[in-house]
């Protein structure tokens, strides 16, 4: 599967982006679909995942409440709706995708085998 994300853009402290994630192929609803990001000096850090179906998700803690992750698999599409954005949210975002069977340890980036390539979300004070 080969993923495309997009979304990002320069923002305002306090305001809301949503980031989208374009799976190639038939199978998307096969995946498991996670974001991630990396901000520069910082090692890559999980943001959200949400299983096939999409009847289980997980975030994490520092998003948790500002941040709803979607998909679409009719669309073949993951989306990250992130709002009251703050200044420590900027990063280059990644989506990713997870074969497994399971919704299982979905925050480890080892569980997911394709990336997309990256959309970068700047957040001004």
């Known amino acids: 599967v080969q993923l495309q994300a997009s979304g990002g853009g320069l923002v305002q402290a306090g305001g809301s982006l949503r980031l989208s994630c374009a799976a190639s192929g038939r199978t998307f609803s096969s995946y498991n679909m996670g974001w991630f990001r990396q901000a520069p000096g910082k090692e890559r850090e999980f943001v959200a995942a949400?299983?096939?179906?999409?009847?289980?998700?997980n975030y994490a803690d520092s998003v948790k409440g500002r941040s709803t992750i979607s998909r679409d698999n009719a669309k073949n599409t993951v989306y990250l709706q992130m709002n009251n954005l703050k200044s420590e949210d900027a990063a280059v975002y990644y989506c990713a995708a997870d074969p497994g069977l399971w919704f299982s340890n979905s925050a480890s980036a080892r569980r997911y085998d394709y990336w997309g390539q990256g959309t970068q979300v700047t957040v001004s004070s």
């Open positions: 949400i299983a096939r179906s999409g009847g289980s998700t």
